[in-house]
């Protein structure tokens, strides 16, 4: 699949990209979270500097990103001693 172009829209500015073309339905999709995200915030606060939303963006989506990292590393944590306890109840069967 090739590139193409789009205009995404944050925050009333529109901003030109060029995309794969399996990306622009996601890309798309993240502009609208962000947009609502700034309408939420817009309605909820007594805020309505664009700079000051889309800071208050940022910071919920890399506050989002940093526990779904530390959710699956505890996760993965928890996958592998499933399995080295697995492999060494393995390991005892098969000895005997």
Known sequence: MGEISIK???ADRV???KV???EEE???R??????????????NYAVRDK???????VLHYA???????KKVTVEDTDVAEKVYQL??????FFSK
């Open 8 to 10: 995404i829209n944050i």
């Open 15 to 17: 901003y030109p990209l």
């Open 20 to 22: 794969n073309m399996e």
């Open 26 to 28: 996601i890309i798309r």
């Open 30 to 43: 993240a502009a609208k979270l962000i947009n609502d995200r700034i309408r939420e915030y817009q309605d």
């Open 51 to 57: 700079q000051d939303l889309l800071s208050m963006c």
């Open 63 to 69: 506050t989002s990103s940093l526990k779904a990292e």
């Open 87 to 92: 492999d060494h109840m393995l390991n005892e």
